[in-house]
């Protein structure tokens, strides 16, 4: 498990907040239920250029090759939580993840990983961790809505 603080530029980071939390509003305008994945809490971001900046980012500080597969903005709503799980139903092809966390004003929302690893979500903190092969989850969510933009990484080789 990595993490990496002040990963991007905070108008950034405030700008992927702004969008998800709108997407999110909007879905809910739309009358789609307020817990269902897709279209309401996700929205894809594979294609933006924020992708590859983190990409590199990682791949300089950790010497590795990254290719990314998928990139989404999430919305976790209050009161949701993430039981333990890894990766594997859908997500055969990848084998590490990544989570920058887009706000911070919630309460609970912690990552949680085996064996005993806790992050606290901190605005504008980047994680880097195996979710195809170490269970993990989130802690529910209180106060406000938690916003994260999660990539998955594939074919994930040392240089």
């Not at 994945?37 to 929205?43: A, D, E, H, S, V």
Request: charged share 25%; net charge negative.
């Amino acid at each position: 498990m990595h993490v990496f603080d002040d990963v991007l530029e905070p108008s950034v980071v405030e700008e992927y907040r702004r969008q998800i939390e709108l997407h999110y509003a909007t879905q809910l305008e739309a009358g789609q239920p307020p817990l269902l994945w897709y279209p309401t809490r996700n929205t894809d971001i594979t294609d933006h250029p924020v992708v590859d900046v983190l990409r590199s980012f990682i791949e300089a500080r950790l010497r590795l090759r990254l290719t990314c597969y998928q990139a989404e903005l999430q919305t976790w709503p209050i009161g949701v939580e993430s039981e333990p799980h890894i990766h594997t139903k859908g997500r055969e092809i990848g084998d590490y993840n990544s989570l920058l966390y887009l706000n911070d004003e919630f309460t609970g929302g912690e990552f949680f990983a085996e064996p005993g690893i806790r992050v606290r979500p901190v605005r504008n903190r980047l994680t880097f961790f195996d979710g195809s092969k170490h269970y993990h989850g989130i802690t529910k969510v209180g106060g406000c809505h938690r916003y994260t933009m999660i990539l998955w990484w594939r074919d994930t080789q040392p240089y």
